[in-house]
């Protein structure tokens, strides 16, 4: 029986072709999540892009997920993917487009810009005081992953000071002047000009930044969050903002998300948000990267060998090779 593998990320023409080529005996179905069809996923042998809730169900028949996103929280709930299934994220592809998001919103708030964009919708001619430099700043950047990295290149190129936070592994890229484990946050947190998240949303990560570490946080710490809004507490963020004790906030991600209508947060001036728009195919470049590594993937797969991106189901994060 020919494997079917069945596609729901956009796709053009050259796309098809490099992703065929791949695996030239594989049978290759299009769909977008809004169309494909139950019965088409019941009879997927690999999925390439992330399907909608509640339409994977423990199919045994589905070998392999490879998902168009770095975060696979959905796909690790019980139920959802067979034992036997293998599943793999997009890390790679969303480093560049992520990580210029966050340097905009940090220059933006450094910057005052946020503020002189609502002074000329006043109409208002006027200087709003002193601004703040990236360098010399202390950057604390919680993930180094592919864009958490790529965020502590950029920042460090403009004289930042950089401290990187995994979890395990305190090698120091060229990118970052130190790194410490996840264990070192209290003694980290007040050093921090920046407080750079971008973490995937785990058990772990869930209340990482809770009131107590919010606390911490150096007077007029600007904190960016691209991760997932369960890693910071929401209305202990909104007060150490509506205080005065941190400086600004950058978030990409909220809890609750979609922030409602009414929700404090959007009035608060230091706060920038975008709605979770920093990833996604806004840039092109992101779904050429994301078809690179899956064509890539599929390769491996008919050869027999390892899959890049591979994930861990007991933590959620990728296997290191």
Same mark, same amino acid.
């Given at each position: 029986?020919?494997?079917?593998?069945?596609?729901?990320?956009?796709?053009?023409?050259?796309?098809?072709?490099?992703?065929?080529?791949?695996?030239?005996?594989?049978?290759?179905?299009?769909?977008?999540?809004?169309?494909?069809?139950?019965?088409?996923?019941?009879?997927?042998?690999?999925?390439?892009?992330?399907? &909608?809730?509640?339409?994977?169900?423990?199919?045994?028949?589905?070998?392999?997920?490879?998902?168009?996103?770095?975060?696979?929280?959905? %796909?690790?709930?019980?139920?959802?993917?067979? %034992?036997?299934?293998?599943?793999?994220?997009?890390?790679?592809?969303?480093?560049?487009?992520?990580?210029?998001?966050?340097?905009?919103?940090?220059?933006?708030?450094?910057?005052?810009?946020?503020?002189?964009?609502?002074?000329?919708?006043?109409?208002?001619?006027?200087?709003?005081?002193?601004?703040?430099?990236?360098?010399?700043?202390?950057?604390?950047?919680?993930?180094?992953?592919?864009?958490?990295?790529?965020?502590?290149?950029?920042?460090?190129?403009?004289?930042?000071?950089?401290?990187?936070?995994?979890?395990?592994?305190?090698?120091?890229?060229?990118?970052?002047?130190?790194?410490?484990?996840?264990?070192?946050?209290?003694?980290?947190?007040?050093?921090?000009?920046?407080?750079?998240?971008?973490?995937? $949303?785990?058990?772990?990560?869930?209340?990482?930044?809770?009131?107590?570490?919010?606390?911490?946080?150096?007077?007029?710490?600007?904190?960016?969050?691209? $991760?997932?809004?369960?890693?910071?507490?929401?209305?202990?963020?909104?007060?150490?903002?509506?205080?005065?004790?941190?400086?600004?906030?950058?978030?990409?991600?909220?809890?609750?998300?979609?922030?409602?209508?009414?929700?404090?947060?959007?009035?608060?001036?230091?706060?920038?948000?975008? &709605?979770?728009?920093?990833? %996604?195919?806004?840039?092109?470049?992101?779904?050429?990267?994301?078809?690179?590594?899956?064509?890539?993937?599929?390769?491996?797969?008919?050869?027999?060998?390892?899959?890049?991106?591979?994930?861990? %189901?007991?933590?959620?994060?990728?296997?290191?090779?």
């Amino acid at each position: 029986m020919q494997t079917i593998v069945t596609v729901l990320i956009p796709t053009q023409e050259r796309h098809r072709r490099l992703l065929e080529a791949s695996a030239p005996d594989f049978s290759f179905h299009y769909f977008s999540p809004e169309t494909v069809t139950q019965e088409e996923l019941d009879h997927t042998d690999i999925l390439i892009g992330n399907p &909608p809730q509640g339409m994977l169900h423990g199919s045994p028949r589905l070998q392999w997920l490879q998902c168009n996103s770095a975060g696979v929280e959905p %796909f690790l709930q019980p139920g959802v993917l067979h %034992f036997k299934t293998l599943l793999t994220n997009a890390t790679g592809a969303y480093g560049l487009a992520i990580s210029e998001h966050m340097l905009g919103m940090l220059l933006e708030i450094f910057k005052k810009l946020h503020l002189y964009r609502d002074a000329q919708h006043q109409h208002q001619w006027q200087s709003l005081g002193q601004v703040r430099s990236i360098e010399g700043s202390t950057v604390l950047v919680l993930g180094m992953g592919d864009i958490g990295g790529e965020f502590a290149r950029r920042v460090k190129a403009l004289g930042a000071h950089v401290i990187g936070v995994r979890r395990t592994d305190t090698r120091c890229p060229d990118y970052a002047d130190e790194v410490h484990l996840t264990a070192d946050l209290d003694q980290l947190l007040p050093l921090a000009d920046v407080v750079a998240v971008s973490l995937p $949303g785990t058990r772990e990560t869930a209340g990482l930044l809770d009131r107590r570490r919010i606390a911490l946080m150096k007077e007029g710490a600007v904190v960016l969050n691209v $991760g997932r809004g369960s890693i910071i507490d929401t209305e202990a963020l909104c007060d150490a903002l509506e205080s005065g004790h941190l400086g600004g906030a950058g978030l990409d991600v909220t809890d609750p998300e979609p922030l409602p209508v009414g929700h404090r947060l959007w009035d608060i001036p230091n706060a920038v948000i975008t &709605p979770h728009i920093s990833g %996604f195919y806004h840039l092109p470049e992101t779904l050429e990267r994301i078809v690179r590594i899956s064509a890539a993937n599929l390769k491996a797969y008919t050869e027999g060998l390892p899959l890049k991106n591979l994930v861990d %189901f007991s933590t959620g994060y990728r296997k290191l090779p």
